[in-house]
Every structure is written in structure tokens, then in C-alpha cells.
């Protein structure tokens, strides 16, 4: 049996992972957004306006 205080420690055997080995870098919401919108608009849904959305908005909070 060996005396573990002679033996090295497993953490210094593993090596250190950095968060960008696990994880490719974060795309930010407004990236993503702006994809979904390009994507919405290439297969040719029509954006409302602010006017529109504002509208749609209080019908469903049955403001109108």
C-alpha cells in the first residue's frame, strides 16, 4: 500500500480547461436577433411597424 502524502496529487495530472475549450464564444442577443430577422425576412414575412406592434400589443393586453 502506498502512503498517499508520497503520492502527487491528481489535480496537478489534469490539465486546465479554459471556458473557450468547452464553450465557442458567446453571440450576443442582438447578433442573434438580427439573424432571426434576416432569416424571417428572407422567407418573406412582413415586419409591422412600430405603429403596427404597438397596436398588436394592446389588442392583446385587450386594451383596444
Not at 480547461?17 to 464564444?25: A, E, K, N, V, W
Not at 404597438?54 to 393586453?61: F, M, P, Q, S, Y
Amino acid at each position: 500500500m502506498t502512503n498517499l502524502a508520497q503520492t502527487q496529487p491528481i489535480v496537478s495530472t489534469v490539465t486546465r480547461l479554459q471556458s473557450s475549450d468547452i464553450h465557442p464564444q458567446p453571440i450576443s442577443l442582438g447578433t442573434r436577433l438580427m439573424a432571426l430577422r434576416q432569416k424571417a425576412i428572407a422567407e418573406g414575412i412582413e415586419l409591422l411597424s412600430t405603429e403596427e406592434i404597438l397596436a398588436e400589443v394592446k389588442h392583446r393586453r385587450g386594451e383596444i
